[in-house]
């Protein structure tokens, strides 16, 4: 079985390190058949950084461009222009291990079945580098499909927008990424695939993300995953689905989380007011954790990556 997969890079204002991330995907064992960058309306030079460095790597492309729409609709318009079954995803601050698209061309060969497929991921923000996934759990999952996808989230980033193969078809047939939304279009994407097929994974560490001062990002933080909103009105679908429900309560804890440790209160809240709407219970105690001093969240969120690591 010939697997062919091709990557999809949005770029905005990332000049500064879309060459790293490019030449992480030109130095890949096992190349992708074809690159295609999405220019989202970048203002600092971005596109002719990449047009620069992939003009020399005698690699198929494709650059296209659009006034500033977000990302969803970048990485939309770049799946348009894929002619691979397998679309990859990388955002232009991240990077892949040389080994990533080799490893991801053997589990779709071996796990057919699956439509999404990803790995474990390291991150590294400033000086410090942990795992999404606590390494105690890594050293026991195998590569396969995912038995349950959302209790495994529970504990750890199972998919990340950088470290993913999706199944073009798919991806297509759930309307890809939603447009319009500022924060978790991805996540919820990923669970979607996850409700309507089956998840392959790959625990090894292919993927480094990059977590960088970015004004976008910061401005995202203010507003509710969208996952949270979405769900919180289908309780037939939470009701019946109890590891979903779980975990998106978890998903929406972090966030209440991370909003109170940027001294956003009010964000902190109205993050809590959707955690409730799907759990009481553990909407209760995320408006108390709006509460909680900050140096009490610093000293979890320090234990929480030491025990990662572990």
């Known amino acids: ?36 960058v999405v220019n989202d309306g970048s203002t600092d030079g971005s596109e002719e950084e990449a047009k620069i460095l992939l003009d020399k790597a005698g690699q198929e492309f494709e650059i296209l461009s659009q006034k ?22 990388l955002d232009a601050d991240d990077e892949w291990d040389k080994e990533f698209i080799k490893s991801q061309k053997q589990l779709i060969t071996q796990f057919f079945e699956a439509d999404l497929f990803s790995c474990g991921q390291k991150i590294r923000e400033g ?26 989230s529970q504990s750890g980033r ?23 939304v500022k924060i978790g279009e991805d996540l919820f994407l990923w669970i979607n695939f996850a409700l309507v ?13 990059h977590k960088e001062w970015d004004p976008v990002r910061i401005s995202r ?44 209160w009010l964000s902190s809240l109205k ?7 799907i759990s009481k219970l553990w909407g209760l105690f995320s408006f108390g954790l709006a509460f909680i001093p900050k140096k009490l969240l610093l000293f979890a969120r320090s234990t929480r990556r030491k025990r990662n690591n572990k």
């Open 1 to 36: 079985m010939s697997v062919k997969i091709d990557v999809v890079i949005p770029l905005f204002n990332k000049k500064d390190s879309i060459h790293r991330s490019l030449s992480s995907v030109l130095n890949q064992s096992s190349p992708v058949s074809k690159i295609v």
């Open 68 to 89: 500033n729409s977000g990302v969803s609709s970048a990485r939309n318009l770049g799946v348009t222009a894929c002619p691979s079954e397998y679309v990859a995803f």
């Open 127 to 152: 000086s410090d580098s942990y795992y999404t996934m606590p390494a105690s759990i890594s050293k026991k999952l195998k590569a396969g499909y995912v038995q349950d996808f959302f209790s495994l």
């Open 158 to 180: 199972v998919v990340h927008s950088s470290a993913v193969v999706v199944r073009k078809t798919v991806f297509q047939n759930l309307g890809g990424f939603p447009q319009g």
């Open 197 to 209: 097929g089956k998840v392959a994974y790959d625990p090894g560490h292919f993927v480094t993300l």
């Open 221 to 264: 933080n203010k507003e509710v995953p969208y996952p949270l909103v979405y769900f919180s009105s289908k309780k037939l679908l939470l009701g019946a689905n109890q590891p979903l429900k779980k975990y998106l309560t978890k998903l929406g804890f972090i966030h209440v989380a991370g909003s109170k440790l940027e001294g956003d």
């Open 271 to 277: 993050r809590a007011f959707f955690v409730w709407k």
